[in-house]
């Protein structure tokens, strides 16, 4: 990896699906997280994308080959966080924790009871992985791409105004203080908020 490439932020993307993984219906929860990252993001990006099954063993060993091995700073999984047998995607993102993140849940969950009540049944977390030289994000999100683009980005007005921040908002400093990249977003998508101490003169 260039010295280039080891400052760039690198997000890795995870469709977790047993129907999609195995072709039954087309993946929407990838190209959607692509798409909204694409409107959001000012800052150059890598991302390594993932599309696997509802399986913990696999799960957790995506998670941490995209942290340990792929250097990912931030790492968005989207798909199998509800209640039914077969969801386990938190169970698997917290057995490679370490640290919980727990505000971010809960602000999920605030969003999505904007829109139904059934946004109680989902169980939608975040976390911290850490090695030795280096930590990456990762946020459990919803499966449906308009659930994920209300959650990134939060809720607005007609005007534009935002009403309720979206989980990204936070996403950057979290990233500053885990040690990754300094990133910069579109603000009428998504404004990043900072301390003032943390802000940083950009080209």
């Given at each position: 990896?260039?010295?280039?490439?080891?400052?760039?932020?690198?997000?890795?993307?995870?469709?977790?699906?047993?129907?999609?993984?195995?072709?039954?219906?087309?993946?929407?929860?990838?190209?959607?997280?692509?798409?909204?990252?694409?409107?959001?993001?000012?800052?150059?990006?890598?991302?390594?994308?993932?599309?696997?099954?509802?399986?913990?063993?696999?799960?957790?060993?995506?998670?941490?080959?995209?942290?340990?091995?792929?250097?990912?700073?931030?790492?968005?999984?989207?798909?199998?966080?509800?209640?039914?047998?077969?969801?386990?995607?938190?169970?698997?993102?917290?057995?490679?924790?370490?640290?919980?993140?727990?505000?971010?849940?809960?602000?999920?969950?605030?969003?999505?009871?904007?829109?139904?009540?059934?946004?109680?049944?989902?169980?939608?977390?975040?976390?911290?992985?850490?090695?030795?030289?280096?930590?990456?994000?990762?946020?459990?999100?919803?499966?449906?791409?308009?659930?994920?683009?209300?959650?990134?980005?939060?809720?607005?007005?007609?005007?534009?105004?935002?009403?309720?921040?979206?989980?990204?908002?936070?996403?950057p400093y979290c990233i500053d203080l885990i040690g990754g990249p300094y990133i910069e977003t579109n603000s009428p998508v998504c404004n990043a908020f900072r301390p003032k101490s943390a802000l940083r003169a950009t080209n």
């Open positions: 990896m260039s010295i280039d490439q080891a400052k760039m932020l690198r997000i890795g993307l995870v469709s977790i699906s047993d129907r999609a993984s195995s072709g039954a219906y087309q993946d929407l929860g990838l190209p959607g997280l692509q798409e909204w990252l694409a409107s959001c993001l000012v800052s150059p990006y890598q991302l390594i994308l993932k599309l696997i099954s509802d399986e913990q063993a696999l799960i957790e060993q995506t998670l941490i080959e995209l942290v340990d091995s792929q250097h990912c700073h931030l790492v968005l999984t989207t798909g199998g966080t509800g209640p039914a047998r077969r969801d386990v995607t938190p169970e698997a993102t917290l057995a490679i924790a370490s640290k919980p993140m727990p505000g971010f849940g809960e602000q999920m969950r605030q969003l999505s009871l904007r829109f139904v009540p059934t946004a109680i049944l989902s169980r939608q977390i975040a976390v911290i992985r850490e090695t030795r030289d280096h930590a990456a994000l990762i946020v459990n999100l919803p499966g449906q791409p308009k659930s994920i683009k209300e959650t990134l980005e939060g809720l607005r007005d007609e005007a534009g105004n935002s009403l309720v921040p979206g989980i990204f908002s936070a996403i």
